[in-house]
């Protein structure tokens, strides 16, 4: 089963960034979207982590950034989002949530 990597940022604001581990390392480009997940791996690796930790920390968060297909289904599940609010680039998911 392939893991995620999650990072919780506190400072002013609880910012929860969620990664597919197989993403980490990769830079995805699309003709609209650009993210470089090995120049900016320190925002998404924190601690390797299981579905209901990420679950946890999304119950209460002011920005979330899941990239990849598993991470970002978790925050359509919870309902945080629509199929219809998820970015792609090529053919990964990506996800960005504020709550204002």
């Given amino acids: 089963m392939m893991a995620m990597f999650m990072k919780v940022h506190k400072n002013d604001h609880k910012i929860v960034a969620v990664c597919d581990e197989d993403l980490i390392g990769k ?7 650009y993210l470089d997940l090995d120049r ?4 998404y ?6 579905v209901s930790k990420v679950k946890e920390e999304l119950r209460e968060f002011d920005s979330a ?9 978790i925050a359509i599940d919870l309902g945080l989002a629509g199929r219809k609010d998820v ?4 053919t ?7 709550r204002l």
Avoid at 40 to 43: D, K, N, V, W
């Fill in 65 to 73: 950034n899941l990239v990849g297909r598993r991470s970002v289904a």
């Fill in 40 to 43: 900016y791996r320190g925002f």
């Fill in 92 to 98: 990964t998911p990506y996800i960005q949530i504020y």
């Fill in 27 to 33: 830079v995805l480009e699309s003709k609209e979207l």
């Fill in 45 to 50: 690796v924190g601690e390797k982590t299981k």
């Fill in 87 to 90: 970015m792609y680039i090529k």
